[in-house]
Nanobody, 123 residues
């Protein structure tokens, strides 16, 4: 099974930017979808952004216009560019492979969870 390692988190002031990376130990080119998730303290893990192998993209409403997901299949890496960060974006961010149903729109994870990378937005 492909292992995923997240990096790029840190402490940033409100309004700042971070770029997260998710490096896969194997090829992601044939993966149906790759997604970024986050889990804040005391909250359930939520899907933040997902990108299909064909380039279809979906974001959770709270990050639309601020976050951008991209993938580089040659490098087996998925990115999450986060701009205009807010304190409510504070969470541990994870990536995972998934299946994005064209019928229901639901994304089902298909890989194992990594350690994640902590993002803290605070002044």
């Amino acid at each position: 099974q492909v292992q995923l390692v997240e990096s790029g988190g840190g402490l940033v002031q409100p309004g700042g930017s971070l770029r997260l990376s998710c490096a896969a130990s194997g090829s992601i080119s044939s993966t149906n979808a790759m997604g970024w998730y986050r889990q804040a303290p005391g909250k359930q893990r939520e899907l933040v952004a997902v990108m299909s192998s064909g380039g279809r993209i979906k974001y959770v409403d709270s990050v639309k216009g601020r976050f951008t997901i991209s993938r580089d299949n040659a490098k087996n890496t998925v990115y999450l560019q986060m701009n205009s960060l807010r304190p409510e974006d504070t969470a541990v961010y994870y990536c995972n492979s998934g299946y994005w149903s064209p019928f229901t729109g639901q994304v089902t994870t298909t890989g194992s969870w990594g350690q994640g990378t902590q993002v803290t937005v605070s002044s």
